[in-house]
């Protein structure tokens, strides 16, 4: 062989050599980018070192799925990953991986200690894939429309909830079910419920089409779970309550311990003219828990509404009893919650003394929303008691300076308790915030229901009178 074929030789071997070696290293290149991606999408991080969730935040922890067999494929960290990077509900939630799957002794407390809504644990071998999931919801429902009817007895059963899931390894994204769960929890409790309804009816179709046996009660429990959140959205939040019964009739016939089911399920039935299934189902359940004070509270409704007072208001003072012998603060907001509506329940019987009561003992357990304030306010007006009406009435309309009668309430009550520059100012902005309604017909309504207020305090406080026509005066101008 020449000198020349030699040289040809080793260059070309040399430029293979190279060609190779650059191959590699793209090939390395690329594998580390992925993984810097992938670590970036992903860290996993210790818990004394993920920031606590903000107030509204809905935060989810994520450790790594323990491999038992077969081919290694980290499940935790697809499922963070797909949770991180779902486009249309980018923001909605904060996903963090662990490095280690904790104790489950410490789960509630590191779950309290950060005010994560989430956190999921799990184990895979060659044909299963199993998830723990851990969920904690808020201590305070999301708000219903104004136009819900009914108290929320059907929120009253939730706790802090474990499930145990199953999933075919053989299947692509096996865990989606849980992921678009997750998803439609960060809606729900951000009171997106079309979002979450829509999250959660893709959850069910993506549940494990045949389950094992042992595997059925556990998945049962979580399929009862989320079928409860869809009957809320339909129910309570939508109006659709035909639609609500059978959800609920669902979700009870997967676990029929579940009390949210049941509460859900008569609240339903309530609502659908149904009110003695509605009692049958909630006298069964008392019997397998007795101590439930959400279930003799249900009942106290119902029976109100039928008119068996007595009946009704014993059964207000059983779960205010049940309740006031656990101090947890939960249960001192649920109490605050029953004396609410049993406050209303004295109003609309016109007990006002005792109405006025009650809702003080509602603020007292630091109950201070819209609904209550309004209402405080306008039994206290009834009963002559004007200071009171006008701070109840003050602090309803700036927790909705958006609504015209609570504006016009405020006035009403700051002019009877003799506060007239006050009163003056809030007609006036009731009326400029009115003038902004573009239907007529609500215009007028609220403009109307103003103005015979005024008749009715002229009553009561004749010496009142002069003022009281010229802001009637001004509210027919208004008006039109």
């Known amino acids: 062989m020449s000198h020349l074929q030699t040289r040809i030789q080793e260059n070309d071997r040399l430029r293979l050599g190279l060609f190779m070696g650059a191959g590699i290293a793209i090939v390395l290149l690329l594998l580390a980018g992925a993984l810097l991606i992938r670590a970036a999408l992903s860290p996993a991080r210790r818990a004394g070192d993920i920031a606590p969730a903000g107030p509204d935040e809905f935060l989810i922890l994520i450790a790594p799925f323990r491999h038992d067999g077969g081919e290694a494929y980290d499940f935790g960290m697809e499922l963070a990953n797909d949770l991180r990077q779902t486009p249309h509900v980018l923001g909605a939630h904060r996903v963090e991986n662990l490095d280690a799957a904790p104790a489950e002794e410490d789960i509630p407390e590191w779950m309290q200690k950060l005010g994560a809504r989430v956190l999921v644990t799990g184990r895979y071998d060659e044909k299963t894939v199993e998830a723990w999931v851990y969920f904690v919801p808020p201590e305070d429902a999301p708000p219903l429309p104004p136009d819900s009817p009914g108290p929320p007895t059907y929120f009253f059963g939730l706790a802090p909830a474990r499930y145990h899931l199953y999933a075919p390894r053989g299947i692509g994204h096996p865990l989606q079910y849980l992921q678009y769960w997750i998803i439609g929890q960060s809606h729900f409790w951000r009171r997106e419920f079309s979002e979450a309804l829509g999250s959660f009816e893709l959850a069910q179709q993506m549940l494990p089409g045949q389950i094992p046996v042992e595997r059925r009660a556990d998945m049962d429990r979580f399929v009862s779970a989320l079928l409860w959140s869809m009957g809320y959205v339909t129910g309570p939040v939508q109006g659709d309550w035909r639609v609500a019964v059978d959800v609920f009739h669902r979700s009870l016939a997967r676990d029929p311990a579940s009390l949210p089911s049941i509460l859900g399920l008569a609240q339903a039935l309530v609502q659908t003219n149904r009110p003695d299934q509605a009692l049958d189902l909630l006298q069964a359940a008392l019997r397998s828990q007795p101590d439930a004070w959400q279930i003799y509270f249900a009942i106290a409704e119902i029976k109100g509404q039928q008119g ?77 008691d004007y200071e009171t009406a006008a701070e109840a009435s003050s602090k309803a ?49 609220y403009f109307g229901a103003a103005y015979y207020d005024l008749d009715d305090l002229a009553q009561r406080r004749p010496d009142l009178e002069p003022i009281i026509r010229d802001i009637q005066n001004e509210i027919d101008i208004a008006n039109g």
């Open 397 to 445: 309309a700036d927790l909705a300076p958006d609504r015209p009668d609570l504006l016009f309430n405020k006035g009403l009550h700051l002019l009877a308790a003799g506060r007239y520059d006050e009163a003056k100012a809030a007609y006036e902005q009731a009326i400029q915030l009115t003038l902004t309604i573009d239907d007529t017909l609500t215009r007028s309504q």
């Open 308 to 384: 068996a007072v007595e009946e009704a208001l014993a059964l207000y003072d059983k779960a205010i009893s049940l309740l006031s012998a656990d101090g947890a603060p939960q249960s001192q907001r649920a109490l605050a919650d029953v004396y609410f509506y049993r406050g209303y329940f004295y109003y609309e019987q016109g007990d006002y003394a005792n109405a006025l009561s009650d809702y003080q003992q509602a603020q007292a357990l630091g109950r201070e929303d819209v609904y209550l304030l309004s209402n405080l306010g306008w039994t206290a007006y009834l009963l002559g």
